[in-house]
């Protein structure tokens, strides 16, 4: 196959040929790409708007989700998203998706963390790269493309218990459940999940774990990204204070 990139000068390394006498044209023209089997990648957004000014997660912030017009989680609400195309970058993709299912674009963002458990979607193997967007103003939304509805939830997540565990090293590990909800008023809307987050007591390596306990109308494990999310505002606000 012809090289993926049209300018393969910066991986010349060295220029010598490898154990089977190929240069990087001759490796490059013989690559097989289904050697490995490919995962497929999404970019999914979650986008929060804030009060002009904020000191906590535990109110004032609303997400942006779809409603799911198509299998799977038909009818379940989501973070906008969708499948990366193959000669994009992964941040344009996610900003591409949010234009393209509810309007909305010109919003900062920054990478929050990268999903690849093999068990997260029926279809394949989906690895799902999560961004975030922090928006201090109210924007129309509009649903599209594969979504069926588009709207602002508020959100309020709630620590329902803290427990403490030793792992099979031997380390103790900090064990929180969060209850999180979030409701539309103007619809009558009400979505919760319960959500357990794990880490490590001590050290520098935390190891946190996510676990999707339960959820109510709510697609995928969308709800450990939400956690995530707000968990992530809430250290950057400690640390502004």
Do not use: C
Request: glycine share 6%; proline share 3%; no cysteine.
């Amino acid at each position: 196959m012809p090289a993926f990139l049209k300018n393969i000068e910066p991986f010349r390394g060295t220029g010598e040929v490898n154990e089977m006498g190929q240069n990087l044209e001759s490796f490059l023209e013989e690559y097989d790409t289904h050697r490995y089997e490919n995962p497929s990648v999404t970019a999914d957004m979650i986008v929060i708007r804030h009060p002009k000014e904020f000191l906590t997660v535990k109110e004032g912030l609303k997400v942006l989700l779809v409603k799911r017009k198509n299998h799977p989680s038909i009818g379940h609400w989501a973070l906008p998203g969708g499948f990366v195309n193959i000669d994009e970058d992964v941040e344009l993709a996610a900003k591409r998706e949010l234009l393209e299912e509810t309007g909305v674009e010109g919003v900062e963002v920054e990478q929050l963390y990268a999903w690849g458990e093999a068990w997260r979607d029926p279809r394949a193997r989906i690895v799902t790269v999560a961004y975030l967007a922090l928006i201090g103003e109210d924007k129309e939304v509009k649903a599209g493309d594969d979504a069926a509805d588009a709207d602002w939830f508020d959100m309020h997540l709630e620590k329902e218990m803290q427990k403490e565990v030793v792992s099979e090293v031997g380390k103790t590990r900090l064990v929180d459940q969060y209850k999180l909800t979030l409701t539309n008023a103007e619809r009558s809307l009400n979505l919760h999940a319960k959500v357990e987050v794990s880490y490590n007591r001590d050290g520098i390596i935390k190891a946190y774990e996510y676990q999707v306990l339960e959820k109510d109308q709510l697609a995928f494990d969308h709800p450990r990204f939400l956690v995530q999310a707000l968990l992530y505002i809430a250290t950057g606000l400690d640390k502004q204070v």
